[in-house]
């Protein structure tokens, strides 16, 4: 049996990438079942409305961000988190320069092929 092992990721050593104006992309840790991912959006970024089949747990680092999703709108900043659950259509824009951070489970193959 394969001895199991830690791998840490270093934020210097994530790749910052940018996947549409005004937003920033670092995939962090990940295992087949969690994936953390760091986003940075500039003031006024408007993300596209989209669903995806994994859960979402968000955490705001810093800023002020809008977001919609399930019928309800609602403001988020520093300290807040919510969960998207997998399928629901939802959408997210920054009213100030925010920095959030992402664990979807499972991981998200699509953010892995980017790494």
């Known amino acids: 049996m394969a001895e199991e092992v830690i791998r840490l990721v270093e934020l210097n050593d994530a790749t910052l990438f940018s996947p549409e ?9 990940y295992s087949d079942q969690l994936m953390l991912v760091r986003h940075l959006m500039d003031k006024a970024w408007v993300g596209a409305r989209h669903r995806h089949p994994h859960e979402q747990l968000v955490y705001v680092i810093s800023g002020h961000l809008r977001f919609s999703g ?5 403001d988020v900043k520093a300290g807040d988190s919510f969960i998207v659950p997998g399928g629901m259509e939802h959408q997210a824009s920054a009213l100030e320069e925010s920095e ?9 193959e699509d953010y892995a092929e980017k790494q």
């Not at 399930?70 to 609602?74: E, M, N, P, R, Y």
């Not at 959030?100 to 998200?108: G, N």
Request: aromatic share 14%.
């Open 21 to 29: 104006a005004g937003l920033s992309r670092q995939v962090l840790a």
């Open 70 to 74: 399930g019928g309800s709108t609602f």
């Open 100 to 108: 959030v951070l992402d664990v979807f489970a499972p991981y998200r």
